[in-house]
């Protein structure tokens, strides 16, 4: 049974910082592309930042220079540092796993950025 399991999202100020973390079981964690999406209310659900298995990192433009993505395969988990937030960033994020045809979905944290 494959598992993706978020967390370290919460209530953070503007100009702060999160680390999210997702911890993925039942699958050859190394070989798949990791990405991290984010949703916010009313709006459809959008990739922020994605890793290869080679270690090969992609942004959109709203977090680049912001956002880090990585993974430590040792421990099969993906990351996403995120610096200098802004209220913009408010959104439940997800972890996704890839590889072909197969996705996989973690359940998602919640960040909100507010003063």
């Known amino acids: 049974q494959v598992q993706l399991v978020e967390s370290g999202g919460g209530l953070v100020q503007p100009g702060g910082s999160l680390r999210l973390s997702c911890a993925a079981s039942?699958?050859?964690?190394?070989?798949?592309?990791m990405g991290w999406y984010r949703q916010a209310p009313g709006k459809q659900r959008e990739l922020v930042a994605s890793i290869t298995s080679g270690g090969s990192t992609n942004y959109i433009d709203s977090v680049k220079g912001r956002f880090t993505i990585s993974r430590d395969n040792a421990k099969n988990t993906v990351y996403l540092q995120m610096n200098s937030l802004k209220p913009e960033d408010t959104a439940v994020y997800y972890c996704?796993?890839?590889?072909?045809?197969?996705?996989?979905w973690g359940q998602g944290t919640q960040v909100t950025v507010s003063s």
């Open positions: 039942g699958i050859s964690f190394s070989i798949y592309a």
């Open positions: 996704n796993a890839a590889i072909f045809a197969a996705y996989y």
